[in-house]
Every structure is written in structure tokens, then in C-alpha cells.
């Protein structure tokens, strides 16, 4: 996918806001959200409370626009190219969806239809938008029910690389997902070309679904057979050497993927990303996969990292980066005369995504090409430090809470301090506070754990590591994480590995009154 950094969105008059204002303002009114049940704080700050609105209000900019989209939600049957065509649910016909382009600050008002079967929601991911908006069914919203629609409107307040994705069930290991990019006013872009590029893992439609992967997860556990995969094999668990990675710490995935793409395409089939000899070029990487994170390198080129989950780092050169389910990496590279493979390979498992960059005519490689930088200097989380402009300023922790990521492996059951979701005791905070998060992995798989609504800053030991919303917990490791409560209601935290995800391993950030 291309971007025309240039592209102009209309500009909308002081009373056009106002009435968007108001509209958000009915839209939050006939709702039908509601607060977290089980929170134990006897007044919980709910989605549609007064303090999400306050919140939402002090989001807004003067001269902000209100950038309008449309997705519709049905079933579609998508070619992933070489002949290979499959059944699956998506955004508009098409995976990924359609980009949702704006500048931070504007008013997102997205209507969607839901033409599936069943009920479906949009999360928008990474952003710290007002809780009634954030997609969650049961905690920030109802489902959209088959054949309705909902509208959903909210400042995003921050420029970076987003994305959207259902939030009901495994629907996110279809085709239900799409980047959003917010642009920074200020960027005076130093770059010439800027592509976007999705990663995924796909199993829809080639015999499969997703929710038949998750029951016989759940019915044979990690044993022989586990995820429904062809042949009886089992690709990580109890059984070595079949998704175990040392960048990861252990087991690398729980699911067997016939198909690993980049943007919607297979590597006998792939995508050309064009640019000239000698341009600066931006690469913004998106994770979008359910099971599977990816080694990604550039054939013939050193990558430079200047942003993850949307906020900038300083800058860092590296042969290849190591990217989790749902992160983000923004990435400049000086392109060199000729087709280069950009190689997303599945970490710890057999398979591989790729696309092309041709700056020159010439005969493309093999689907099967293996970059030598793929071997060389990986670039983490740990490489990474927020730039000054985005640290959170020191000062006292006024709270921690510890969470022990646990699992049973024999039944599949995923838990935050011992309990799945729907026995979650939520994490209690209060707006103004400075909160830490201690993640714990208790377990032999890794877990990227995201916190909705809010960026938290990794602690690197006594260093302030990368602002992010979505980090790799390795096995037998403690990340921390700080965070500024500063955005009220009740916002989902859990493993966007979707099947540990919808195995239990959820709980909720619960803000008291």
C-alpha cells in the first residue's frame, strides 16, 4: 500500500465540529455500553460517565476536521494471489482493509454495517480514544448485531501508525483488520516514498476457521492435534523443535498457518513496494497476525527503527527486527539500485511472508529467499528508548499492580493472576495516578500484552525504555511498564495472542471514582 503523504482531506467550518460534537454527544447518550459489573469499586467510572466525556472534550483541538469513513463488515471471498482464493469475513471485500487516513487531532466518524452472520465490533488499536468508542463488547458496548450499524466518532489525539481490528471473538484471525495512520502536522517528513506494509498469518478458508482452531485447542489442549492442523502436528507446547525460537525465549506459537502474507498477499504471489535508487523511504509495519511474530529484513539493506506502536524512539540501525502480534514499527532505509525481498519470516515456525522493492527492472527472487540480515543484528524492544519529546516525566509511582501471566497447557486455559476473564478481579486505578504495571510470565510462551486507551513506558532496568501499547513478555522474564491515568473508564488488558486472548487471558484497568 502507497500513502500520498500530500493527500488533502477536506476542512470543515467551526459549526460543522460543534454538530459532530453533538452527534458524539447522542451517540454516547443512547448507547448501550455499560461498566464493568464485576469491578469492585462500587463506582466505577463507566464508558458513558461525565469523565469520559470531560476527557473526550479536552482531546479536542481548535480547527480540528471531522474525517468521515465508511466500513462494511461481510463475508467475501479474497484472491491471496497464485491462484489461491478463499472464503472469510472481511472490511470492504478486501484484507487488509481499507486505510484510514488522518492528521492527529481530527474527529474520526466511521460508520459501520455489519453484514456477517453474527454481531462484530471495531477496535481501534493504540489509540487513546474516549472509552464508549473503544469496541469492547460487554465492558464499552454491545456488539453491532447482524444486519445493524453503529457509528463511531472520537478525536484521535496522537500522529503515528494504527490499526483496526473486530473485537468479538477470533473474528481478527479472518480478514477483519485494517491500518489507520494519523500523521503529525508538524512532520516535516524526510523521507520520499512511504509504503505500508501488514503482516498476517492465514488459515481462513483453506479447510479451517478460526473459532474450529480455538474449540480444538481447547478440546485436546497442547497435545498431538492441537489448533486442528493438518497431518496431526502440533506446533509448539509439549512437543520441541516445532515453533520454539531463542529471540522469543521458548514456544513461538500454539497454531500451523498454511499461509503467512504481506498485504493480503502470498509469497509466490507477492506485492511490489516501488521506489527510485537513492530515495529515503518509510516502511510502517504492522503486525496484524493472531499467532505469530515475525523476523523482519530488508535484502541488501541495514533498517533504521525511528518509531514503535507509534511514538518515536531514537533512532537505531539494525539487519532485521523482531516484531509481536500487534505491534507497530516505523522504519527509514536508503534504497539501493535493483528488487530487494522484504521477508517477514515466522519466527520459531516454518513459513515465511514477503513482499518486493523495486527500484529497478530485473528478475524478482525466489519465494523462498532467505536475506542473510535475517541472520545477523535483530533489533528488539530492549534496543529502544523513547526520544525526549515523549518520555513521561518522573515522579512517584502511586500504584503497582503485579500480573502473573499463567497457563495450563493439557486443557488451554490462559489466565492474568490465576483467573480468566470471565472470573477477572479488574485492576483498580484513579485518574490522576501514576500507575505500574509488573508483567510476569509464568509460562514456556511468550505473551505481547496491550493495555487499551493508554501508551505505557517499558523500564529498562533504571532506563526509560520505548513508549508502546503492546509488549513482549518472554517466558521466565518481568517487563515494567508505566502509565499516566489519564484517560477514564474501563479498558480491556490482555495477550493479543487471540486464541491465549480468548482462553482467558484478559483482565480489566478499572477507574474509580
Known sequence: MTIDRFRNLPDVTRRQLLLGGATLGTIAAVGTACGDTKSPQSQAIGPRSAAVGAAERRRRRSGARIVSYQLVAQPAEIDLGAGITVATWAYGGGAPGPTMHARAGDMLHVVVRNRLPVSTTVHWHGIALRNDMDGVPGITQKAIPAGRSMTYEFTAPDPGTYWFHSHVGTQLDR??????????????????????????????????????VLANLKANGMGVGMGGMSGGGHSGGSMPGMAMSQLLGGDAGDVRYPHYLVNGRVPTAPTTLNAKPGQRIRLRLINASADTAYRVALGGHQVTVTHTDGYPVEPVTADALLIGMAERYDVTVTVADGIFPLVASAEGKRGQGLALLRTASGAPPAATVHPPELDRRVLTQEDLHATDSVQLPSRTVDRTHNLELGGDMASYRWTINGRTYDHRQPLPVRQGERVRLRFTNKTRMFHPMHVHGHTFQIRNGSQAGPRKDTVIVPPSRTVVADLNADNPGQWLTHCHNVYHQEAGMMTVLSYGA
Open 175 to 212: 480478514g477483519l483488520y485494517g491500518p489507520l495512520i494519523l500523521d503529525d502536522p508538524t512532520d516535516r517528513g524526510d523521507y520520499d516514498v512511504e509504503h505500508i506494509v501488514v503482516l498476517d498469518d492465514w488459515l481462513d478458508g483453506t479447510g479451517r476457521t478460526p473459532d474450529q
